[in-house]
């Protein structure tokens, strides 16, 4: 529930409204300056003028679409007008930059008539990659909409009409397939005679709705022929409605529901009664789209017919039939194409990517989001939830895909699986480092493939066969399930999951999880129990381990999983999900011996920000680390950050600068800076440090030249786990950080520990760390 004083604090507070410009370049020095205006602005200027397709290259047209609106027709609100609108023109905005990264400039014109609105977008066309046409009233909007379409070459959308056309049409094919039903039999009402209405009836029969089996009604009943003020001549004529005049003895609205399979109502409340539901045909389909009120309630309606499939406008209801899971992600692919026009294609595309979305798994962080353990396809699933990031990537590539077939794109998309990669940038930057991750873990299952198939061209150097084994102890926890089927899909590795078979299966099957691809094992009934615990007994026989102590030890997942991980059986391990770290991370410690030169395990996170990447560590492991551990710490993080093909620039940090202040603790962290110098004099390390001075270049070349540090630190080596645990967690939280991680370091095997009750997407991401870590030491062992 929105109260109206929240909803005006909102609005009001801070910065009045919900947009603002930011500069995409650097504007601090008189330099940029000169550069971003004159004289600098000249040479795109002149580049622009010899060549106009330039303009893409070197301006934010083609990221930058135009929400246009004369405000006669505001949200359901009547002709409020232009400026009255303007919240909800900068609303369109916000979930343009939100849901697909484009930028939006709101353009509220006092243009009462169509031709005003049309001129005025023709004269706009230079600024925009695309045009949205919002809250115009009928029949002005068509009559824009098309003209438009003929006289531009960038792409425009009249939101009200197509939005909802495309994410209902979406619903309909689910709800189709749910019953049981062939869209070309239905029989189709609908109820509403305006942009919206008009709109989803085209695109129903554009999908396969047969003309015959579909009737429109509006305030005065059902369009039907004969209908005198439907006759032309007439003066409330209508050319957009008189498409729909069928010859029918039908007159009223519970007439021609009477026997009907589906309903789609975009008109008024309260105009559906339970009566009219129980004269549907079996599993009657009922699309209640008025807004903020629907033509029936969903709990009236179910109960009158318990089989009905219904989805609404509203949020609290099930199937919410909401438009921003089409338009962002349209005119994100049209704009990455450089499309012409968002032609029905591109609409029918998008409608058929959001029905088969539908009937794919749904992200755990969604599920969250809703306050829902489990959200999978069904009557009360039809389309998918907004903050579904997975539609951002199979709408907009769909979109760009059918585009480029009819031939309205000037740049079509080549490489697919590249525009998949980019689009999921736009995500964030966890994304983005998490999907080159990704690719490095796919390698060795590639190159297993190549070396398997090949005769003639055998790989560089030897690869094991198969994909690498990755155990997870805590196999019957449903997100561990959820995550293994992921990693699967990913071609990331193979998850062994340790537990009973039968319990993991049959959760597996509650959660709709395909096993294949992914081990069962019972520590229980291994047949190498028994020679795990006599390894494990000899290993620990002189620290007060018994031989019976050693096989109980070995009925215990968390320490059979890291014997398998010695004995070589699976290349990683990832746990924690249902544990205390220090519970978690003591098996490890016990039972593998750390990297060559390393004396201390120790845990960082990665960290990212819009513009930077940073390693933070130690921040789970090492509580009062002395001069020596300090600096493996150090050492491990910068080894890790070459795993992420990162160059580490290392910080050990401080309350001091280079000996300011005289204190125990400072002569710690110099201590160490000391070790790490002669350890590694390759590594580009110095300290100690404050971090404003680690993380800002001015501060370390104006004030310190001396430091071997050129540029910001990119690895922040913290002086005790005090520090380090409450710098990240103080950078996620106030500093709007994304965190990868932890990611557990100076192990001679990969070993990860999770945060408890982590996501799906933080095990599957631990998972490909964990990967990548395997199969740089399998290179090097082979080197």
Do not use: W
């Amino acid at each position: 529930m929105i109260f109206r004083d929240e909803a005006l604090e909102y609005h009001r507070r801070g910065r009045a409204g919900k947009l603002e410009v930011i500069p995409s370049k650097p504007c601090l020095t008189q330099h940029d300056l000169a550069l971003a205006y004159s004289p600098g602005v000249a040479e795109p200027c002149r580049e622009i003028h010899r060549s106009p397709d330039d303009v893409y290259l070197y301006t934010g047209k083609g990221n930058l679409v135009a929400v246009v609106t004369n405000g006669t027709a505001v949200l359901g609100l009547g002709p409020l007008g232009p400026l009255a609108s303007k919240p909800v023109m900068e609303g369109k905005g916000v979930l343009f930059k939100r849901f697909a990264d484009i930028d939006v400039f709101d353009i509220e014109l006092n243009a009462p008539t169509a031709e005003e609105v049309i001129q005025a977008c023709q004269l706009l066309e230079p600024t925009f990659g695309g045009i949205n046409l919002e809250d115009i009233a009928a029949p002005d909007c068509f009559h824009i909409e098309e003209r438009l379409r003929e006289t531009l070459t960038i792409p425009v959308f009249h939101d009200d009409q197509h939005g909802t056309a495309i994410i209902s049409g979406a619903a309909l094919l689910n709800a189709c397939e749910l019953a049981g039903k062939r869209l070309e039999d239905i029989k189709l009402v609908m109820n509403g005679a305006g942009a919206a209405s008009i709109a989803c009836a085209k695109f129903y029969l554009t999908l396969g709705v047969d003309p015959d089996n579909l009737l429109l009604c509006d305030s005065k009943g059902v369009l039907y022929k004969g209908r005198e003020d439907l006759m032309p001549g007439r003066p409330r004529y209508n050319e957009y409605k008189a498409q729909f005049i069928r010859p029918t003895r039908l007159r009223t609205l519970p007439e021609a529901l009477a026997g009907a399979d589906a309903f789609c109502g975009l008109s008024v409340a309260n105009v559906v009664t339970p009566d009219m539901v129980r004269s549907m045909n079996d599993n009657p389909i009922i699309f209640a789209l008025a807004n903020p009120d629907p033509e029936i309630t969903y709990p009236d309606a179910l109960a009158a017919r318990p089989d009905v499939i219904m989805a609404t406008g509203r949020s609290d209801y099930p199937n919410q039939v909401n438009n921003v899971l089409g338009f962002p992600f349209i005119f994100r692919g049209a704009l990455d194409v450089r499309a012409r026009a968002i032609n029905e294609a591109m609409k029918v595309a998008a409608a058929q990517a959001l029905a088969a979305l539908a009937k794919e798994g749904v992200p755990e962080s969604v599920c969250r989001a809703y306050g829902m353990e489990r959200i999978e396809f069904g009557r009360e699933y039809l389309i998918p939830k907004p903050f579904d990031p997975q539609v951002l990537l199979e709408v907009t590539t769909a979109v760009a895909k059918a585009a480029g077939e009819s031939g309205v794109a000037r740049v079509p998309i080549r490489d697919f699986r590249a525009y998949r990669e980019q689009l999921e940038r736009r995500l964030g930057r966890s994304k983005e480092v998490m999907r080159q991750v990704i690719n490095k873990a796919r390698r060795r299952s590639q190159l297993s493939t190549q070396h398997l198939e090949s005769k003639t061209s055998p790989v560089e150097k030897p690869v094991s066969p198969g994909p690498l084994r990755i155990a997870f102890p805590e196999g019957d926890d449903k997100r561990i399930i959820r995550a293994a089927a992921r990693i699967v899909k990913e071609g990331i590795g193979k998850p062994v999951l340790l537990g009973k078979p039968d319990e993991i299966q049959a959760l597996a099957k509650q959660l709709s999880v395909n096993l294949e691809g992914i081990d069962l094992l019972d520590s229980q009934t291994h047949p190498q129990r028994e020679d795990l615990a006599q390894q494990f007994f000899a290993m620990r026989a002189r620290k007060g381990v018994t031989l019976a102590e050693a096989r109980r030890y070995m009925l215990r997942r968390h320490y059979y999983a890291p014997m398998l991980l010695l004995q070589g059986e699976v290349e990683a391990v990832v746990c924690g999900e249902t544990y205390h770290y220090p519970d978690s991370i003591r098996p490890a410690l016990q039972i593998l011996p750390l990297a060559k030169g390393i004396s201390h395990a120790s845990g960082l996170y990665m960290l990212l920000f819009k513009n930077r990447l940073i390693f933070c560590a130690d921040t789970t492991v090492n509580i009062t680390p002395d001069a020596e551990t300090l600096a493996e710490i150090a050492l491990s993080a910068a080894d890790t950050a070459h795993h992420f093909d990162i160059e580490p620039r290392v910080a050990l940090l401080s309350f001091s600068n280079f000996g300011s202040v005289k204190h125990s603790l400072v002569d710690l962290v110099q201590a160490a800076v000391k070790i790490l110098h002669r350890r590694r004099p390759d590594l580009v390390v110095d300290g100690e440090m404050q971090a404003d001075t680690a993380t800002n270049e001015d501060i370390l070349s104006s004030t310190y030249p001396f430091s071997r540090l050129k540029e910001d630190a990119n690895v922040l080596i913290f002086p005790d786990l005090t520090s380090g645990n409450i710098a990240y967690k103080l950078l996620v939280e106030l500093g709007g950080a994304e965190a990868i991680g932890p990611i557990l370091t100076g192990l001679s095997k990969p070993y990860h520990v999770l945060q408890r009750d982590a996501s799906v997407d933080a095990i599957v991401n631990i998972a490909a760390i964990a990967a990548v870590q395997a199969q740089e030491i399998e290179l090097s062992q082979q080197a």
